[in-house]
């Protein structure tokens, strides 16, 4: 794959309690339930501990089997519409517009990825869907009636961090292992480590943090305002760059670290760009 003209820098986002303000199925899915969240998760955890089963593929299964217990569609449909009703921190519908703009403003292209332990159906009836290069979270299949029927993606804490690849390489289809595995030498992959953002709030973003991190790109953990232990343990532990409150709204602190970060990465991807230009022209 060439390289791109222009630098991209991408930014990619866990989603719940890092854009939405908690997880996207207490907005709407879990309350046509007439259960509580706490209920919900309590029985998908001791599921997991039982079963000694995945956490992603034990809600997964919960969503249907008590959807089914309660009469609930399980439909695309059904799920896509839950997407409206998601809540998100201060300055997150407009923020994806006014970074593009700073990244214009600085020579360089911003792409916007989500690699969450969500539910991408629900996602994509999200007001800020449209804003994302690709949506890599947890995805049912349908059957012929459009109805939920086995999982057809989980993205947990641990292979999260196989869909940085996709980016850095430039290979974003799930099916396509064989050119995601295949060697490609650093200078030509499309999205260099060093010029990804990652954007999370808690545990399960740890080995997607440490990757970027460790590979000279930038992690930041984000958290409501009234728990900031998780992001203060992962900054002491030396996981993440920073650590702010998750606003998004213009000349909030994490608007100005991550305008700070495309600063610094476009002018590192300009002088790399400059040292290959004069590297080739001595070959030649």
């Given at each position: 794959?060439?390289k791109?003209?222009?630098p991209?820098?991408?930014?990619m ?5 890092t854009?939405?303000?908690?997880d996207?199925?207490?907005?709407g899915?879990?309350?046509s339930l007439?259960?509580?969240p706490a ?16 956490p992603?593929?034990?809600?997964m299964?919960q ?5 089914s ?10 799920f ?13 519908e ?9 990244g214009?403003?600085n ?12 539910t ?5 009836g999200?007001?800020?869907k ?22 057809k993606l ?5 292979n ?7 980016i ?8 396509d292992?064989?050119?995601?595995n295949a060697?490609?030498p650093?200078?030509d ?14 545990l399960?973003?740890?080995p997607?943090m ?8 930038q ?9 900031k ?29 991550v305008k700070t970060?495309?600063e610094k990465m ?19």
């Amino acid at each position: 794959m060439p390289k791109p003209k222009k630098p991209i820098i991408a930014i990619m986002y866990d989603f719940d309690k890092t854009l939405s303000t908690k997880d996207m199925q207490e907005f709407g899915f879990i309350p046509s339930l007439n259960i509580s969240p706490a209920e919900f998760w309590g029985e998908t955890g001791a599921l997991g501990q039982s079963e000694n089963m995945d956490p992603v593929l034990a809600y997964m299964y919960q969503m249907l089997k008590k959807a089914s217990e309660k009469g609930v569609p399980v439909t695309r449909d059904t799920f896509v519409a839950l997407g409206k009703d998601i809540q998100y921190f201060p300055g997150v519908e407009d923020w994806f517009e006014r970074i593009n703009e700073y990244g214009k403003q600085n020579g360089v292209a911003i792409e916007h990825y989500v690699i969450s332990s969500g539910t991408k159906e629900i996602i994509e009836g999200s007001s800020i869907k449209k804003h994302f290069k690709k949506i890599y979270a947890c995805e049912f299949l349908y059957n012929e009636n459009n109805v939920a029927i086995w999982p057809k993606l989980t993205v947990n804490y641990t292979n999260k961090t196989q869909f940085l690849f996709r980016i850095n390489k430039g290979v974003l289809d799930v099916w396509d292992d064989e050119r995601l595995n295949a060697f490609v030498p650093e200078e030509d992959r499309r999205v260099p480590f060093r010029n990804m953002i990652y954007i999370g709030d808690g545990l399960t973003d740890v080995p997607c943090m440490k990757l970027v991190k460790s590979n000279n790109g930038q992690s930041i953990a984000v958290f409501n305002k009234r728990k900031k232990e998780v992001a203060a343990q992962l900054m002491s532990e030396d996981r993440v760059d920073f650590i702010t409150e998750a606003n998004y709204t213009k000349d909030s602190e994490l608007d100005q670290i991550v305008k700070t970060i495309i600063e610094k990465m476009a002018v590192v991807e300009n002088l790399s760009r400059l040292h290959d230009k004069h590297k080739k022209s001595i070959k030649e």
